[in-house]
């Protein structure tokens, strides 16, 4: 596969914090990424990695509420993103939310690992098959189920 991934990350507002915790924690890993995120999660990501003396290739986008996540949404359909973490706030109501659905609908759609939670992340960056040059994911296929076989 690849050894240098574009990773999107998002975070609602509060889950920002847990956002940033989670980068800071992987810095090592995520500072030899690209990272692709909506506005103000980026903003926080970059300002913790500046501030630990780490260098970063982040790449933000608008927030949100502005279209961030669609920006990510399109960038999915493209096949520029490989892995995306998207802390969502599940207490919360969202006022962008065909957005968000939009974002989580496409990273399915277009076979891309998607992390709703910390573990999930962690599992999904510490993977040896990103690694592995013999490894592609197979194709998604949409078909109905032959149960006569």
Not at 60 to 80: F, K, L, Q, T, Y
Not at 114 to 120: D, G, P, V, Y
Not at 133 to 144: A, D, L, S
């Amino acid at each position: 596969m690849k050894h240098k991934l574009t990773i999107a990350l998002v975070a609602h507002d509060k889950r920002k914090a847990d956002m940033v915790d989670w980068a800071c924690y992987n810095a090592d890993y995520l500072s030899r990424q690209h990272l692709v995120c909506t506005g103000t999660t980026g903003s926080l990501i970059k300002k913790a990695f500046d501030e630990m003396g780490i260098p970063s290739d982040i790449t933000c986008m608008n927030s949100g509420p502005m279209g961030g996540d669609a920006e990510i949404a399109a960038m999915v359909v493209r096949n520029e993103v490989d892995l995306a973490v998207f802390l969502i706030d599940d207490l919360s109501a969202q006022p962008h939310e065909a957005d968000i659905q939009m974002l989580l609908r496409q990273c399915r759609l277009h076979n891309v690992p998607i992390a709703c939670n910390r573990i999930s992340a962690d599992l999904m960056i510490s993977s040896t098959l990103w690694n592995d040059e013999n490894y592609r994911p197979i194709e998604q296929r949409y078909v109905e189920f032959d149960r006569t076989h």
